[in-house]
């Protein structure tokens, strides 16, 4: 069953790896970064790979869980550590996450994406909701959606329910009145639900379904099942 329940007037959507693939992208970004430390902070290049800055990062989230949320201000955080720690300005760090950002806004959606979301745009109000930090304005997603909310904004990262409350609070309808897609399904799925919202698994990959987490109601492989 494809077709979006009759009750439904706002479809929220998740980003990275919905509705275009996401690690192709930071991996590019991350090696540009890296380029760009090269000429800067050549002792920092030198003891550091974007494997070894990864793990730093997530160790770092773990230190500071208040912020863990917010991606780039834990890159700065980092950066600004690494820096000083290498003997190079510190006063860098910004501009380099900058730099990154730059490069994190250049996704590319799925084809089945923009024809989609186009047609539903008419009939639905459209929200994205995104861990992510990716800047729609700047990438070829930029007019479709109605709303975009990211973790930053609202101050918690998915699972946590404040972005789906936030959807409820901006768009003036009930969680039941609102369709969540997204493939991850603890984060998109499960979450949503427990807020209340009705929720759609798309499975671009046909990955098995996690057995500890309740389905989808509904499941596709590519927005251009799904039916009105
Ligand atoms: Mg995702």
Redesign the pocket.
Known sequence: MNKIPETINVISF?????LWP?MQTIMHAEEQLMQWLASRARQLTEAHTIHSLREHRRELARQEPAIAHDLNLLREIQLRQLLQEFDHDPGIAAEAVDYFQEFRNLVEPYPDVIPSLTRLKTDYTLVSV???TTELDKTPLKGIFHHSLNARQVGHAKPHPAIFERVVEITGSNPDQILHI???PL??VESARNFGLRTLWLNRHEMPWPDEIERAEIEITSLSELQE
């Not at 998740?14 to 919905?18: A, E, G, R």
């Open positions: 998740d980003l990275d790896d919905t996401c995104t861990n992510g997204g493939d991850d984060r998109d």
